[in-house]
């Protein structure tokens, strides 16, 4: 795994709602909402998760199925988006988070298209290109293209202002959008980013993301782990949980898996919570990322 090092800056920019035209449009008709804030009046308090399906073989496990073709979609030419969760004009009142997981958007931007610049405050952003190059500006001063194979988060904390283009005229890019919420408010932002070694992937499950700036990958202002496999068909392993009261989403990149006798295909999302351990087979050759978060928000 190589790491690059980027200075990290306190901000004095204005707190704000971001992420495209939807969103800036939201944010003048409502200037003082911030992006936690507005988010976080769509989230029930008392609720952790969505959908409880019943789980026969563990019986204090709980899970919530999300299927690639039950995702909200917004096609704006430009942009081509399927969202996980409730965001910008899809609204689902049993799909708004996962715990802490707050968005999970799966983008393809068309060539030398992207996001203008905007505002984000309080609020963990992670980015996974999947395919293409796709270049970043941010007011801390960080200027990079992020590529297949790289991961980047920016801890938003009291403000920031950052833009995303697609690097490329002749072909998409393709890449997940992530949104956590934070552990703590009001942080000085910064950014981070890595870049992954294949090697590093194969047949194991592999950290991508911590609390830990020490641990392997990038790191957040959350008590979160990432974790990203490549996964030959025929191959089992099994993810335990890192700490008590987190649970696990699911989301298959390419392939097929099985987790806990519940099959994924490509694009599936699964939660996981109220367990310590889950297990994972992967039924096809299979890219799969592993998200766990605290389910408690606030």
Known sequence: MKRKSFLKKALLGAAGVAAGSSLLSARKAAPNTSTYDKLMAQVPQAQVGFNHLPNNEHKTMKTVLHKADSRGHADHG????????????????????????????????????????????????????????????????????????????????????????????????????????????????????????????????????????????????????????????????????????????AFVLDGDVTIEGQTLNKRDGFGIWDTEKITISADSDAKILLMEVPMKVG
Not at 97 to 124: I, Q, S, W
Not at 162 to 190: A, C, M
């Open 78 to 249: 430009w942009l081509n988006s399927h969202h996980t969760f409730s965001f910008a004009n899809y609204y689902n009142p049993e799909r708004v988070h996962f715990g802490v997981l707050r968005v999970l958007n799966d983008d393809r931007v068309a060539p030398g298209k992207g996001f203008g610049t905007h505002p984000h405050d309080n609020m963990e952003i992670i980015s996974i290109p999947l395919e293409g190059d796709l270049e970043h500006k941010d007011s801390m001063g960080n200027v990079a293209v992020i590529r297949k194979g790289d991961v980047q988060v920016m801890s938003a904390g009291t403000g920031i202002t950052h833009s995303e283009y697609n690097k490329n005229g002749d072909k998409e890019v393709k890449f997940l959008q992530i949104w956590v919420f934070p552990k703590e408010r009001n942080v000085t932002p910064r950014y981070d980013q890595i870049t992954l070694n294949n090697k590093e992937l194969k047949n194991q499950l592999f950290q991508i993301l911590s609390p830990n700036p020490d641990d392997d990958g990038v790191w957040i202002n959350q008590d979160a782990w990432f974790h990203m496999g490549n996964l030959e068909k025929g191959h089992k392993t099994s993810y335990t949980l890192k700490r008590t009261g987190n649970g696990v989403y």
